[in-house]
Every structure is written in C-alpha cells, then in structure tokens.
Antibody
Framework: EVQLVESGGGLVQPGRSLRLSCAAS????????MHWVRQPPGKGLEWVSL????????GYADSVKGRFTISRDNAKNVLYLHMNSLRVEDTALYYC??????????????WGQGTLVTVSS | AIQMTQSPSSLSASVGDRVTITCRAS??????LGWYQQKPGKAPKLLIY???RLQSGVPSRFSGSGSGTDFTLSIRSLQPDDFATYYC?????????FGQGTKVEIK
C-alpha cells in the first residue's frame, strides 16, 4: 500500500525558514517523480514544486521560485521542501504527492494527508 | 504560466443528474490534463489523466474529453458520493497549474 506521510509543519514567523519532509513507502520511491501541492485554508489547490525520479529535473511555481527548494533522498525514501523567506501568504496545508508515471512526469496519483504551515508574527 | 479557467465555479445538481464541468487552458496543452475530486478535509483524488483516461478504481460514470485548450469532465448519473469540489491540472509544462475548482452541491 502506498503511504505518504508529511511532517515538519508548524507556526513560523515571516522571514524565517522551515523544512518539510514526506516519508514514502509501499512503492519504488526512486522510480517516480514527486510533487508538493499546497492549499490555503478554505481555498483551492496550488501546485508548488516537483522533482524527477533522479533529481535531474525540478520545477517551481512562480510564487515560490528562489525561496523554496525541493530535494529527495532516494536511499531514505524521503522527499523534502526547504522553505526560506516565508511569507504570510505561504500559510497553507502542504501535500506531497507521487507521480503517476514511472521515470516520467505526469499527474499525481497518491497524496499524503498534508502538514499545516502557518506563517504569522 | 498557463492559466486554467474552470467553469462553473459551483453548481447545484440532484442525484441522477448528468453534470459537466469545463476547463479552458490559456494556450494549447495537447491532452496533458488531469481531473481531481476533493472532499472536505481530505486529500485530492485523481479521476482522469491524459484528458480522457480513467484512473484505476474510478467509477465509469466519470469521463473526460478534450484536447488543445478545451476540456470537459462529465459525471453520468450523479451519486451522493460525488458531491465534492473538482479541479483540473495541466501537466504540459512548468509551472503546473490547477483550475480554481468547481464545487458540486446537492440541489
């Protein structure tokens, strides 16, 4: 059974940093691209970032480019999101999600339950 | 970034109705589009990928169509379990972009 468990969220002041983690199990983690998607309270989904299976390709939303960095440790089956210079508008539930396509990049077929990041002074 | 515009933003329908939701891309995206269902307090669920391919385990009353800039998600004979918010997502290029969502409510 595919499981994705996010952690690392919490309350943080504007301008500070936070690192999210996503522990993956139940599939060949190093065969699949992985994504982060966020959802502000009461609002819609916003795609944040993705990393290919071998870390050779990474993409970011314009709203986080230059502030957030995605990475993965295929030996530990863990996905990360390093978030710097946090803003109030980064407040959201952050989901990690697995890509549908092995060795490719497509849609998102499995999602975690999310970790809440609140940016406030 | 490619903009994805969904319509309507909400709709009211009855059990048994046929429902259609549309998603329009600001530029051509071939068939690189997926549809998701999200219920309150839950993670999104993939319904359709490649614009028209049904994800494993998804009921056949869901279908998708379209290519280029215009796409539709149809639900044939709406069931009580289908009342939720639906999103489209383009995977044509970076950054990926979601539509703003369509909330399907009980009439």
């Amino acid at each position: 059974e595919v499981q994705l468990v996010e952690s690392g969220g919490g309350l943080v002041q504007p301008g500070r940093s936070l690192r999210l983690s996503c522990a993956a199990s139940g599939f060949m983690f190093d065969d699949y691209a992985m994504h982060w998607v966020r959802q502000p309270p009461g609002k819609g989904l916003e795609w944040v970032s993705l990393i290919s299976w071998n870390s050779g390709s990474r993409g970011y939303a314009d709203s986080v480019k230059g502030r957030f960095t995605i990475s993965r440790d295929n030996a530990k089956n863990v996905l990360y999101l390093h978030m710097n210079s946090l803003r109030v508008e980064d407040t959201a539930l952050y989901y990690c999600a697995k890509d549908l396509a092995a060795f490719g990049i497509a849609q998102l077929d499995y999602w975690g339950q999310g970790t809440l990041v609140t940016v406030s002074s | 970034a490619i903009q994805m515009t969904q319509s309507p933003s909400s709709l009211s329908a009855s059990v048994g109705d046929r429902v259609t939701i549309t998603c329009r891309a600001s530029q051509g995206i071939k068939n690189d589009l997926g549809w998701y269902q999200q219920k309150p307090g839950k993670a999104p669920k993939l319904l359709i990928y490649d614009a028209s391919r049904l994800q494993s385990g998804v009921p056949s009353r869901f279908s998708g169509s379209g290519s280029g800039t215009d796409f539709t998600l149809s639900i044939r004979s709406l069931q009580p379990d289908d009342f939720a918010t639906y999103y489209c997502l383009q995977d044509y290029n970076y950054p990926r972009t979601f539509g703003q969502g369509t909330k399907v409510e009980i009439k």
